[in-house]
């Protein structure tokens, strides 16, 4: 979690097409962004990965266990919860 800075809610983005999504409320900022995208992409090689910090929803095609992918991203300090 990126507790270096204060950020105020962002209005709601667009959804995106994905295999899945996780709503990330601790994903404030770039870096907390780049920290999920970077642990998803060296845990599933080949995936896809968006994060759209406006509505702190994880995008990620190219993997289907939705379990798995929370996992890291709460290993990488996160919680998320599916975005059905």
């Known amino acids: 979690m ?3 800075h204060r950020h105020a809610d962002a209005p709601k983005a667009a959804s995106h097409k994905a295999d899945l999504a996780f709503h ?3 994903m404030t900022c770039g870096h907390c962004a780049g920290v999920i995208t970077s642990a998803l992409t060296k ?4 995936v896809s990965v968006h994060a759209d910090t ?3 929803i994880v995008y990620v095609d190219g993997a ?6 929370g996992g890291i991203i709460a290993e990488a ?7 059905s």
């Open 64 to 69: 289907k266990d939705a379990k798995a992918v």
């Open 24 to 26: 990330v409320q601790e």
């Open 2 to 4: 990126c507790e270096a």
């Open 43 to 46: 845990t599933f090689p080949g």
């Open 54 to 56: 406006a509505s702190r």
């Open 77 to 83: 300090g996160y919680a998320s919860t599916v975005v």
